[in-house]
């Protein structure tokens, strides 16, 4: 199976390889005995896997019914299903979904539903970690506002962390949102918040484990005026 590496892992990719390169001869002509070379490669190896699994890049097809459905932004888990005041962009109790990732999930972010980018704002920060609940309103994080087909407009926030500290986000105001289609990408580890109007239906719970692109974690209302 050929795997495909994300843009924003190409060059660290490289330049990770040719110090590794440099290291790793210097330690075959110069360290002895055999042995302790033998070893340093084996870990070179496994952390230069670890890196290119990281920076993974799978290109997903949604197969269900896209009529108002709202799919995961990431891989990971759900650690927060809630009642919440948005304050920041849409000024009202909404629920929000959070889904926390670790290092070895894929960080490429999608759109967690169809429709169009109306606004993208970048806030600096701090980096707590993402898992604790005030991440959402005190780290560094992007927001983008997107208005569904049904006009509902919804809110995704990608949070940096303790460890992630670069958030990458491709969307941009006019772009036609699609939940096939990257939004952006969190480097190392971090967390994506999705706020929902309240009467959208909830697919999963606290614990549950996601699939960016693919699982369907809500279904916004057809009528939201009714």
């Known amino acids: 199976m050929k795997v495909k590496i994300h843009r924003e892992g190409t060059n660290i990719l490289i330049v990770v390889m040719l110090i ?11 360290i002895r005995p055999a042995v302790i070379p033998i070893v340093f490669s084996s870990i070179s190896v496994i952390l230069y896997l670890f890196i290119v699994n990281f920076f993974r890049s799978p290109r997903r097809l949604f197969k269900g019914d896209r009529q108002n459905v709202v799919v995961s932004s990431v891989d990971g888990t759900v650690v927060a299903l809630e009642e919440v005041f948005e304050p920041e962009v849409l000024r009202r109790k909404v629920r929000m979904l959070s889904v926390f990732m670790t290092v070895v999930n894929v960080h490429a972010n999608w759109f967690p539903i169809d429709g169009e980018v109306l606004m993208v704002r970048h806030h600096r920060g701090r980096f707590l970690s993402a898992y604790l609940p005030k991440a959402s309103i005190e780290n560094e994080r992007s927001t983008i506002l997107i208005r569904a087909t049904n006009g509902q407009e919804i809110v995704v926030r990608q949070i ?6 670069r958030i990458v986000t491709y969307a941009e105001p006019g772009d036609h949102a699609n939940i096939e ?3 952006g990408f969190i480097k190392f580890g971090s967390r994506v918040d999705i706020y929902l109007p309240l009467d959208a239906e909830i697919y999963v719970k606290i ?3 996601t699939t960016g692109g693919v699982t369907e974690v809500a279904r916004l209302r057809e009528n939201p005026d009714e």
């Open 20 to 30: 590794m390169i440099v290291i790793n001869l210097s330690a075959w002509m110069f």
């Open 207 to 209: 614990g549950d484990k």
């Open 160 to 165: 940096a962390g303790a460890v992630a500290r």
């Open 181 to 183: 289609d990257h939004l």
